[in-house]
């Protein structure tokens, strides 16, 4: 008989193991939230995770796939709801928060809904390529203010705070990186968090 103590399986506290939980991909490297943190880099730290998020959805996609329509009676595809996003960053920071004069992005009067619904000579990655500029334009415009900043955006009869604004940017993008999980995973199966 040895002295030394029987070896175990050492179970996590929760009972779970890595079966558990959705597969994480293996070309994953979006940021990691920081588990303790000042409000902005919290707020800052989950913007960028979504947003990365939404990239990694799209990762390695040919531009027909991205066009795809893959969740039927849906109309919604992944290069859709990049174009979404890039005007929906704009819309929100540049022309509402900064009320600066720049074009709508994706829309006209005639035709509102170019962003999710893409033309036929639409440029999936000259598209992506305009998400990240917007990305990267909010990104500077929420360094340049404290969250106390306030703005009213266009058509209200009421101010916001630049918090407010990025909780509302953090749950629409928590919303479409849902549709993101279910338009690709009807595209090519692949499934994860």
Not at 154 to 174: F, G, H, K, P, T
């Amino acid at each position: 008989m040895s002295d030394q103590p029987a070896e175990r399986a050492v179970q996590p506290e929760s009972g779970l193991t890595d079966d558990s939980f959705s597969p994480v991909w293996a070309d994953d490297d979006r940021p990691r939230i920081p588990r303790v943190a000042a409000e902005r880099e919290a707020l800052a730290a989950y913007l960028d995770y979504y947003r990365a998020t939404v990239e990694l959805k799209c990762r390695g996609l040919t531009a027909e796939q991205a066009r795809t329509q893959s969740v039927p009676p849906s109309a919604l595809s992944l290069h859709g709801l990049i174009r979404h996003l890039a005007g929906v960053e704009r819309w929100w920071f540049q022309q509402n928060f900064e009320r600066r004069d720049v074009p709508f992005l994706f829309f006209t009067p005639d035709n509102p809904d170019l962003d999710f619904d893409p033309p036929s000579d639409a440029d999936f990655a000259a598209d992506l390529e305009v998400w990240r500029a917007e990305c990267a334009t909010s990104r500077e415009i929420v360094a340049a203010h404290h969250l106390d900043d306030t703005a009213r955006p266009l058509d209200w009869q009421e101010d916001v705070d630049l918090r407010w604004l990025v909780l509302r940017m953090i749950s629409e993008y928590a919303q479409h990186c849902g549709h993101a999980d279910l338009l690709r995973e009807r595209i090519d199966g692949r499934t994860g968090a």
